[in-house]
């Protein structure tokens, strides 16, 4: 299938509309996910979306196994996994003092772990846009009526159907009759704002701009087998690529209280952050576009008005660590399109659909939480914050909440140093609380407390020194805290 056609001609202007059991607006991931699953089990869905391409922007490239599983379900996992098998490995992430130099530490991703001895899939490192393009061959062959260019512009609900109004890629209107609508046209979705559903989280965590360029980025990356990567600067880079390995995308935090990005990242300080990202001369690459972006943790306060369901981005947003977003508005897909077979087909009653709010909002709830606290553990909440004091200088590290500002501006820290700063009750906060399963990587310890002397004073770990009380010592992870 074209990837840029629709499926089908738009009904003539002036004649009956259209009629599907599930009407789906946005083609996206979790869009199209959803159109799959219901065609697959014999449900025929009409999915509207204005764009006619993919995106090109860089967005999931992490499938966890029970996402496989689904597809799996649906004949689509091998498709995917074929991909991957003609790709580069990427199995950790890493933080760097550039792309090109040496490795700080890194860390193997938990998509990228077996789960043979739990599952029947394996998780799969495969770039969002070459899964889209096999979800919308598969959904088109088992019987979705996919029309890309076609823009949704209203809707309204009367009794037992939703009934839509749609522009098609000529710009001649149309309707369609649905039992069912589904909103997954993303974090700014018109249907969830036209319901007044509000949102529980943060709305604006941290601003980033995101520079994106063309590059071969195999001689940097050597085989090394790293999915992504942080690059230990300032503005604390985020270094992502696609997975063709030739082209990639350079996100940098800024404070919008006292940065206008659209003055402040020129072409000439876009090359030059690009630049020192990749570790690489600016006639090695060409800066291809900026976008500034908000990083966000929130959740909708319902999924569902009658007929119409939110699910994705429409229903929550979460910090992209860890990948989480696409994974998780995937499994409210399978979730509410299980449902809505069982109840179109007649084998449930409508009061079966109820519980897709109850078994997905909680989930969404926890998982927002845990991207939000994996994004303050490797510093990505906030522009001001450093990526990797030491674990026991809690002093030189930023508050939790993430407008406020640290305590200290300045922590000139290395390792087997001491940098003295006085903690108060700061020293003591407990971290934000990481939930690891049995495959991944275990947390780092908290440090130890310091040696203390009879006189009232404590050792520092590091230097062997005499420490008055509320004195901390910011060096190693190793080293501990004297009050």
Same mark, same amino acid.
Not at 72 to 94: K, M, T
Not at 375 to 395: E, F, K, L, T, Y
């Given at each position: 299938?074209?990837?840029?056609?629709?499926?089908?001609?738009?009904?003539?202007?002036?004649?009956?509309?259209?009629?599907?059991?599930?009407?789906? +607006?946005?083609?996206?991931?979790?869009?199209?996910?959803?159109?799959?699953?219901?065609?697959?089990?014999?449900?025929?869905?009409?999915?509207?979306?204005?764009?006619?391409?993919?995106?090109?922007?860089?967005?999931?490239?992490?499938?966890?196994?029970?996402?496989?599983?689904?597809?799996?379900?649906?004949?689509?996992?091998?498709?995917?996994?074929?991909?991957?098998?003609?790709?580069?490995?990427?199995?950790?992430?890493?933080?760097?003092?550039?792309?090109?130099?040496?490795?700080?530490?890194?860390?193997?991703?938990?998509?990228?772990?077996?789960?043979?001895?739990?599952?029947?899939?394996?998780?799969?490192?495969?770039?969002?846009?070459?899964?889209?393009?096999?979800?919308?061959?598969?959904?088109?062959?088992?019987?979705?009526?996919?029309?890309?260019?076609?823009?949704?512009?209203?809707?309204?609900?009367?009794?037992?159907?939703?009934?839509?109004?749609?522009?098609?890629?000529?710009?001649?209107?149309?309707?369609?009759?649905?039992?069912?609508? #589904?909103?997954?046209?993303?974090?700014?979705?018109?249907?969830?704002?036209?319901?007044?559903?509000?949102?529980?989280?943060?709305?604006?965590?941290?601003?980033?701009?995101?520079?994106?360029?063309?590059?071969? #980025?195999?001689?940097?990356?050597?085989?090394?087998?790293?999915?992504?990567?942080?690059?230990?600067?300032?503005?604390?880079?985020?270094?992502?690529?696609?997975?063709?390995?030739?082209?990639?995308?350079?996100?940098?935090?800024?404070?919008?209280?006292?940065?206008?990005?659209?003055?402040?990242?020129?072409?000439?300080?876009?090359?030059?952050?690009?630049?020192?990202?990749?570790?690489?001369?600016?006639?090695?690459?060409?800066?291809?576009?900026?976008?500034?972006?908000?990083?966000?943790?929130?959740?909708?306060?319902?999924?569902?008005?009658?007929?119409?369901?939110?699910?994705?981005?429409?229903?929550?947003?979460?910090?992209?660590?860890?990948?989480?977003?696409?994974?998780?508005?995937?499994?409210?897909?399978?979730?509410?399109?299980?449902?809505?077979?069982?109840? #179109?087909?007649?084998?449930?009653?409508?009061?079966?659909?109820?519980?897709?709010?109850?078994?997905?909002?909680?989930?969404?709830?926890?998982? +927002?939480?845990?991207?939000?606290?994996?994004?303050?553990?490797?510093?990505?909440?906030?522009?001001?914050?450093?990526?990797?004091?030491?674990?026991?200088?809690?002093? =030189?590290?930023?508050?939790?909440?993430?407008?406020?500002?640290?305590?200290?501006?300045?922590?000139?820290?290395?390792?087997?140093?001491?940098?003295?700063?006085?903690?108060?009750?700061?020293?003591?906060?407990?971290?934000?609380?990481?939930?690891?399963?049995?495959?991944?990587?275990?947390?780092?310890?908290?440090?130890?407390?310091?040696?203390?002397?009879?006189?009232?004073?404590?050792?520092?770990?590091?230097?062997?020194?005499?420490?008055?009380?509320?004195?901390? =010592?910011?060096? =190693?992870?190793?080293?501990?805290?004297?009050?």
């Amino acid at each position: 299938m074209n990837e840029n056609a629709s499926t089908s001609s738009s009904a003539p202007h002036g004649t009956a509309p259209d009629r599907a059991p599930v009407l789906i +607006v946005g083609g996206s991931i979790v869009g199209v996910s959803a159109a799959l699953f219901l065609a697959a089990r014999g449900v025929a869905p009409i999915l509207v979306e204005r764009h006619t391409g993919i995106s090109r922007r860089l967005r999931a490239k992490l499938f966890h196994p029970r996402t496989m599983e689904a597809y799996r379900a649906v004949g689509a996992a091998d498709d995917i996994c074929a991909i991957e098998r003609d790709r580069p490995r990427s199995e950790f992430a890493a933080v760097v003092e550039s792309l090109s130099g040496a490795e700080i530490r890194r860390w193997r991703l938990p998509a990228a772990d077996d789960y043979s001895a739990v599952s029947p899939c394996q998780g799969a490192m495969v770039k969002q846009g070459d899964a889209e393009r096999v979800l919308r061959m598969r959904a088109a062959t088992d019987g979705a009526d996919l029309r890309f260019g076609h823009h949704f512009v209203e809707w309204e609900q009367t009794g037992q159907r939703a009934t839509a109004r749609v522009l098609d890629d000529r710009g001649v209107p149309y309707t369609v009759e649905a039992d069912y609508l #589904l909103a997954a046209d993303g974090s700014a979705s018109s249907i969830r704002e036209g319901l007044g559903i509000a949102r529980s989280g943060d709305l604006a965590l941290a601003s980033s701009m995101e520079l994106t360029f063309t590059a071969d #980025l195999r001689p940097l990356l050597g085989g090394r087998a790293l999915a992504l990567a942080f690059a230990d600067q300032p503005g604390r880079p985020f270094i992502s690529w696609t997975t063709g390995q030739d082209a990639g995308a350079v996100s940098v935090g800024y404070d919008p209280a006292t940065t206008d990005p659209d003055t402040a990242f020129t072409p000439d300080r876009s090359q030059a952050i690009v630049s020192e990202a990749l570790g690489l001369p600016t006639a090695s690459f060409r800066v291809t576009g900026a976008r500034p972006w908000q990083m966000a943790a929130w959740v909708a306060d319902t999924y569902r008005v009658e007929r119409v369901f939110l699910l994705g981005d429409a229903a929550h947003v979460c910090p992209p660590v860890g990948g989480f977003g696409a994974n998780t508005g995937i499994h409210d897909a399978w979730n509410l399109t299980t449902k809505l077979v069982s109840v #179109l087909l007649g084998d449930a009653g409508e009061r079966l659909l109820d519980r897709y709010e109850a078994e997905r909002r909680p989930v969404a709830e926890l998982t +927002v939480r845990q991207a939000a606290a994996r994004s303050d553990a490797v510093g990505c909440a906030s522009p001001v914050r450093w990526p990797w004091w030491p674990a026991c200088c809690w002093a =030189c590290r930023p508050s939790q909440r993430v407008r406020r500002r640290p305590r200290h501006r300045t922590c000139a820290w290395r390792p087997g140093t001491c940098c003295g700063r006085r903690t108060g009750g700061t020293a003591s906060r407990r971290r934000p609380r990481i939930i690891t399963s049995r495959h991944s990587r275990r947390p780092r310890r908290r440090a130890r407390p310091a040696r203390r002397s009879s006189a009232g004073t404590g050792t520092c770990g590091c230097t062997g020194g005499s420490l008055p009380t509320g004195a901390a =010592c910011g060096t =190693c992870r190793s080293c501990g805290t004297a009050r």
